[in-house]
């Protein structure tokens, strides 16, 4: 080959990679915003009564206050420690026992009925039953929490499982796959995309439990704070517990779907 005709590989530049700027990125940046500003004319033209719906403006400056006394910071921290927990708490045996349900017939045909005849059961509707059994403390607390994450990701991983290629059990069965790698290395990676939304439903309603718990169990959260200010009318501390936890909830989500992205290279995005 002449040199003439030989083709040197460019050199890669070295240095900082930033992220492309996808439309996906550029709407979780700029929906937000648009939001808040309309939020804010609609306050100061009188659209909207400034004694309900605080100006964003109003909720920055008091947010601002509130994080420098320390009682955001605080009620923020035990929200997040809560949704933490109850999370893990309820994601993590939902995510096993869909698994074996999902493979196994027998411990199918055992638990299935169970879960139909608690799952349709208010959770509300069972905050006497748990505050009897384990009493009023922070354990109930994280077990009304993670009864929401626990059912979503039992019966979405079930039916994940169910939806596994037929073929890929045959093959892992007929090489005698030890059930550890069966789970880990068969069923697991095919039925991650389903897993993953049900993860993120169970997220939201893991969120909504705090909250909810925070309403009724205890003096300290986000929740808390939330129903307490507005008990005492003070509804712009009241709108700041809204926020942060809207903010919470849009960051958990924004990392989720990182999560999810780099867990699942292969599955295509529109």
């Known amino acids: 080959m002449s040199q003439s005709t030989m083709t040197l590989p460019r050199p890669r530049p070295h240095g900082l990679r930033f992220p492309s700027l996808t439309r996906e990125r550029v709407f979780a940046v700029v929906s937000p915003v648009a939001l808040l500003v309309i939020w804010e004319i609609l306050s100061r ?3 909207l009564d400034p004694r309900i719906f605080s100006r964003p403006s109003a909720v ?4 601002a206050t509130m994080l420098v006394s320390g009682q955001l910071a605080t009620d923020t921290g035990v929200t997040l420690a809560r949704l933490f927990v109850g999370s893990i708490v309820g994601t993590i045996p939902g995510l096993l026992i869909g698994l074996t349900i999902g493979l196994f017939r027998t411990p199918r045909a055992v638990i299935n009925p169970l879960v139909s005849a608690t799952y349709g059961l208010p959770r509300v509707a069972l905050f006497p039953l748990v505050l009897l059994i384990v009493g009023l403390n922070e354990t109930s607390n994280i077990i009304m929490i993670a009864l929401g994450p626990f059912f979503t ?18 093959v892992a069965r007929s090489f005698k796959v030890n059930t550890r790698d069966l789970y880990l290395k068969v069923v697991l990676p095919a039925a991650l995309p389903i897993i993953f939304s049900a993860f993120r439903v169970s997220l939201g309603l ?10 009724l169990m205890t003096n300290n959260g ?4 939330i129903w307490h200010s507005w008990q005492i009318l003070s509804l712009g501390q009241s709108m700041v517990g809204l926020v942060t936890t809207g903010v919470i909830a849009y960051l958990l989500f924004i990392l989720l779907d990182q999560a999810e ?3 699942l290279p292969w599955v295509e995005r529109t």
């Not at 990701?153 to 045959?170: C, R």
């Not at 909504?208 to 718990?213: E, K």
């Open 153 to 170: 990701m039992l019966i979405a991983t079930a039916a994940a499982v169910g939806n596994v290629e037929p073929i890929y059990l045959k």
């Open 261 to 263: 992205r780099r867990a």
């Open 45 to 47: 033209t009188g659209v």
């Open 206 to 215: 893991a969120l909504l439990g705090v909250v909810a718990v925070e309403f």
């Open 222 to 225: 986000l929740g808390y704070l």
């Open 60 to 63: 920055v400056q008091l947010m």
